[in-house]
């Protein structure tokens, strides 16, 4: 139990550091120059802001008794009546929370006012991520996804990664494309960066995947504590493994290229699919969830070019696909020696799992779908979502931000600009208007 | 005089250089440039989205010379700048009228 405790410090502090700065730098490194730090902002906000709304009411509506779509918001109030050595299971699912609501941030890369989202935020946060952090989490009989339903989800394959994607998705319909899209050149600015944020993202998803061991009964148990976390570890490892082949043998293929971004994105789709059936399949259901995921994602992200959405970083791509292929999944390759006790297709189950996998994936793109678009159009007609023209052209980190990632003129005397610089610039506006 | 321009590629610059300052060059003016010719610039492909890049860099070399000499620097460049690789680059001469050294007021064949 003492080490149990220990464990759960550091998965939690693992998992707070998947948003700030693993996510962050992740997707900074894919932004352009001009909007890196926007990018990494709605990561760190996305922390500061969802994470005090879970201790003030999302812990009650996820915890606070028992609901169908969520708990009751006043029993816990602000941890009322929560003792402090409980305190490390509400910082665990607070950091669910936050890493959820930065990840739709991907997909509206220089174009969402920074003020549409930090109201955004709380709205979701309260709306959407914690009802279905309830059903999905909170496992009594009446909880929708997990009691009602049946569906097996270890980790958050539905409330998290299709929560995410499929809010990713409308309220990139809401936005619109970015200007310029898909015509003008948006390279990712910082590959190094992504492939950093990447590798920080896989450490923290140990902490994230088997840190969700819950134990039957809620009572600790060694025998369930080694056996399951040796499990959750081990398929979080080889999926993620799986999902790098996968990616990089498709766009070899595609493409006739291996790419960095392609292993880094492979790296995050396998623990995508993997975060819901960590606890539910073996080590070769694992691998084969990996290489599944990781090759159709491979594919998933270049639907936006036909389809005509500019979801910029591919939250769609990534999560909402990774995500389905990883929960429907756990209806063939679960196994009844795994944390659910079911068999899946497989293993002689039958289609009951994997039918009720597949409700399970509906009900949570129906709910985030549908709130998600009332939150966005709520905003979308008050505030506005979208950053005026002429900001999103020069760069949204100078116009909302007022900073530029990069000094790359800078001469030797501390920050100044360099004669050079200067006076290329001021060429430059001058022959600019005698242009006019 | 003439003035001699050459766009090169970039890693060239160094032996470029040094074979133009032991011929006796006394001055350049260099700047890094982009720009395309035949080759056209390449294709690189970010998840599935392939960019063609157009504009590749280059380094560009400015020399003013005696009339006697402008062929052997363009000479001394196409030699020293070449790969037989496409991309390797240009030389071209103009004719200067008059060059003028800022600090002295000499002018012309003297002021190079």
């Known amino acids: 139990m003492d080490g149990y405790y220990a464990f759960m410090l550091i998965a939690t502090a693992f998992v707070l550091m998947m948003t700030v700065p693993a996510l962050a730098l992740f997707y900074g490194g894919m932004s352009r120059s001009k909007s890196v730090l926007n990018m990494m902002m709605m990561s760190f906000i996305a922390a500061a802001i969802v994470g005090i709304l879970y201790v003030a009411v999302g812990w009650s509506m996820g915890f606070g008794g028992e609901g169908t779509l969520f708990a009751n918001p006043f029993e816990l109030l602000w941890l009322d009546g929560v003792t402090t050595d409980n305190y490390i299971y509400v910082m665990f699912q607070m950091t669910f929370a936050i890493i959820t609501a930065a990840l739709i941030s991907g997909a509206v890369a220089d174009r969402l006012k920074f003020s549409a989202w930090v109201v955004f935020l709380p709205l979701w946060a309260l709306i959407v991520y914690f009802p279905l952090a309830h059903m999905v989490f909170s496992c009594t009989e009446k909880s929708l996804i997990c009691g009602r339903i049946g569906a097996q989800d270890y980790a958050g394959g539905t409330a998290v990664h299709i929560n995410a994607g499929v809010a990713a998705l409308v309220l990139v319909l809401l936005l619109g494309k970015r200007i310029g899209w898909p015509k003008e050149q948006m390279r990712p600015h910082n590959l190094t960066l992504t492939m950093l944020g990447a590798g920080m993202l896989w450490l923290g998803w140990y902490g994230f995947n088997v840190g969700s061991i819950v134990f039957a009964d809620a009572t600790y148990s060694d025998a369930q504590f080694f056996s399951e976390t040796g499990r959750t570890f081990a398929n979080t490892t080889l999926a993620t493994f799986g999902a790098i082949l996968g990616w990089l043998l498709i766009e070899r293929l595609l493409h006739g290229k291996a790419t960095s971004l392609g292993a880094a994105s492979g790296i995050v789709a396998g623990l995508v699919a993997i975060t819901p059936a960590a606890g539910a399949v073996n080590i070769s259901g694992a691998v084969a969830i990996g290489l599944i995921a990781g090759a159709v994602c491979a594919w998933a992200v270049s639907l936006k070019y036909k389809l005509g959405y500019d979801d910029s970083l591919d939250v769609v791509g990534v999560h909402l696909v990774g995500g389905i292929i990883g929960t429907v999944l756990i209806g063939v390759f679960s196994t009844s020696a795994g944390a659910g006790g079911i068999d899946g297709l497989l293993y002689g189950g039958g289609f009951g799992s994997l039918g009720d996998q597949t409700l399970g994936v509906l009900v949570a793109v129906a709910y985030s779908g549908v709130l998600t678009a009332i939150i966005g159009l709520g905003i979308k007609y008050t505030i506005g979502l979208r950053l005026d023209e002429e900001d999103e052209v020069n760069g949204i980190d100078l116009a909302e931000h007022g900073e530029s990632a990069y000094d790359l003129h800078s001469g030797s005397s501390g920050g100044g600009k360099s004669v050079l610089a200067a006076s290329t610039v001021s060429t430059m506006s001058t022959s600019e208007g005698a242009n006019a | ?112």
């Open chain 2, 1 to 112: 005089m003439k003035l001699v321009t050459a766009v090169i590629k970039p890693h060239k610059w160094e032996d470029v250089r040094e074979a133009l300052e032991t011929f006796g060059v006394t001055g350049m003016t260099v700047s890094e440039v982009s720009g395309y010719g035949r080759q056209k610039g390449h294709t690189e492909v970010y998840r599935g989205a392939e960019y063609d890049i157009a504009l590749v860099p280059k380094i560009r070399i400015e020399i003013v010379v005696d009339d006697a000499d402008a062929e052997d620097v363009v000479g001394i460049v196409v030699k020293t700048a070449q790969t037989g690789r496409i991309g390797d680059g240009k030389v071209w001469v103009s004719p200067v009228d008059t060059v003028v050294r800022v600090r002295t007021g000499d002018k012309d064949e003297a002021a190079i």
